[in-house]
């Protein structure tokens, strides 16, 4: 498995998007990588479900589905670091986009910056494939403006658990 590294640094890829969240990177990496959870946050009307599981688990290979409107994408996880990173590959018909999501602990683990970093295969030379990606991730998805919703629900519902999970979590 240590050979099999998958992970598209910032550098190279067409869109990256950073946020914070007020919770640990284990917590946060629950709240990303389930899909009953990432249902809860994601945009529209955006449906997650595990698809197929070695095992019933998460892992490299695993498949998550997402139907939105009339489409389904298939996500496949290509690399999997419990807390630290997941990459995967994602087909929404004939859009096809490789991602690397990676969880920074930040003030003594107590808050979690997560990197996500996106690049579309499409056959356009680098500048123009970013200035699309960023396009459609900026305004037609409104990616950054998810990721803050993410965030912000997560902090609601760690509130409203009573948890000491924000700022007393070991």
């Given amino acids: 498995m240590e050979g099999r590294r998958v992970f598209l640094e910032a550098k190279d890829a067409d869109y990256v998007c ?8 284990a917590v946060v990496w629950d709240w990303w990588n389930n899909p009953i959870n990432r249902t809860e946050w994601s945009h529209g009307h955006n449906q997650w479900r595990a698809g197929a599981r070695t095992n019933g688990r998460s892992g490299v290979g695993a498949r998550n589905h997402c139907a939105h409107g009339k489409g389904e994408s298939v996500e496949t996880i290509a690399d999997w670091r419990p807390f630290d990173y997941v990459s995967n590959e994602s087909a929404d018909g004939s859009m096809v986009f490789i991602e690397t999501v990676s969880f920074e602990s930040l003030d003594e683990g107590c808050r979690t910056r997560v990197h996500d970093h996106l690049i ?22 409104k990616y950054q403006e998810m990721l803050q919703y993410a965030a912000d629900l997560l902090k609601q519902r760690l509130n409203q658990s009573g948890t000491e999970m924000i700022g007393d979590y070991q």
């Fill in 18 to 25: 950073l946020q914070d969240f007020d919770a640990p990177p």
């Fill in 120 to 141: 579309m295969k499409l056959p356009f030379p680098t500048f123009l494939r970013r200035f699309v990606v960023s396009l459609l991730f900026k305004y037609m998805f």
